[in-house]
């Protein structure tokens, strides 16, 4: 039984958040932890196929041999807004019959798209998990290089940050001081601007002291002197710990240490899983723990976690959905609890970690999104009917909540979609784009290479809009409000896959169209056009549908001068009140 249905409302009421403010949100100062909220990044999930240095599957199980035992994943991601680039094969079908695809942290422009969204949805950034227990395998650590390279470029691109959190660190003081210098030498991860600082200097994180007993409070002593005190200034670091939730109870040289470092941040996944258990966390963790820090001038950043499961990953022996989501309402107790509190930052655990379902970014809404194989954890679980960004959606909210931006409320309510969401002509020669009715936005404009031009306007009460009759190939998206100063807004790259641009065009009468001549192909300055049905309109396209030539014709031949062309490839768009039809063409070199 559906408790209750939420729809995205496109075209039909106004959006609760004017786009025309979404859309140009400001870079994030990257001088201070302090009013942040951000996503833990695992970054973690290959692919044989993969451009990256892994050969085989890595995380998501081994997806190639259909049984339970391989699967390590509960949730599957919603893959309809990356490109055929960004998708590789599985041996999982979906309902319908097409094969399952899922993506890699491998290639660069997946990675840069999740940075998209947390851009997309006015969150602040990421924190890369870089698990140091690998240290020693080379392989695994040269594909956590390239997936930091990735997000640097991304929270550059989308005006974000980023910073490092080691994770896996007992007994590994000397191998993140080596792998800490390679960060910062060789892939110089601090020089950009979007690289994460508090108190003057970048911020690493070390998670796992209080958490794993082997990680002792002389392993932590070191790398405090390390990060702090090193004689070479520019390794030298703030220094954020991830620590169990009684780490205020430790012992005394504990509790020196823990008055070093800059920020404290508690892990709080599976310590409760209700309305109550939550209330004696609070009362009994978060309270407690607040109060330290804020008496030695410690930041204090507690963790939030949308639900819990690892159904597949412990091979059927765990429930399936263990922390129910409840349709966002788990999530937000612990938003609207925690920062009435005052807390100044948030830690959102995690973007993109679907093997133990606290994923936050886009996924299955229900099973026809879903590989028909296996069990899955899918965002109607709880009997709720959610758009697949809906976990964004509520990251979006509570992360203006907590700048103030809005008021404190318990209740979750609907919260506000992204920027737009544009799908990718995978087997059409399209791109669509969705976004929220704009209230105060008559037009956009939306340009599909690179912001050199602007052809294509849409009015803001439309809701969705679809470019037709591209080619195959990658399109550079940027989006303005017609009526604003603004710079444009990059979109990113999406690439329309199907080479059927004359296809995709509704047919005049077949004995029309076989009669219509273009000629010479390739043309240098001159083309003709014969066979031409009576009042036709004409139109000359380049690949990405700007039109360069128009004109209405009343004779069934024409003499067209096209001498102004650039060489390349253009499209002859032939229409009348019967239908239309596209011809392909080409300008020569000169």
Known sequence: MIKRMIVLLLGITIAQTILGQKLYLPEVDNSSYRGKAMFGYQGWFGHPDDNSPRPNYWHWGNMDNISISSLSIDMYPDMREYNSEERYETAYTLPNGDVAPVFSAGNRETVKRHIKWVRDYNTDGVWVQRFISEYNDRVVMAFRDSTTVFVKEGCEDYGRVFAIMYDGIADRVEDIKKDWKHLVDDLEITDSDRYLHHNNRPLVALWGYTVRSEATVDQLEELIDFFHNNPDSKYRASIKLGVNDNWWKKDQRW????????????????????????????????????????QYGILYVPVLFPGFGWYNLRNGDSPMNKIPREGGNFFWLQAYGIIKEGVESVYFAMLDEVDESTAFFKTAENSSMAPAQQKWLLLDADGYELPSDWYLRCAGKAAEMLRGNINLTADLGNPDEGIMTIYPGIDDCNITFKFPQLSDVTKLEISIDGGDSFPYSVDGSAGQFKIDNLNKGTYNIYIRDTYSIKDAVCMGKVSVNADCVATSATNIAKNASSSIKVYPNPFNSVIYLSGLPNNSRIEVLDVRGHICISYNSENDLHKLDVSKLKAGMYFVKISNETGTIIRKITKNQK
Do not use: H, M, T
């Open 255 to 294: 509790l020196n240490a823990f008055k070093q470092v800059e920020v404290i941040s508690p892990w709080s996944v599976g310590r409760f899983d209700n309305q109550s258990g939550f209330n004696s966390y609070l009362a009994n963790q978060v309270k407690p723990s607040k109060n330290w820090c804020d």
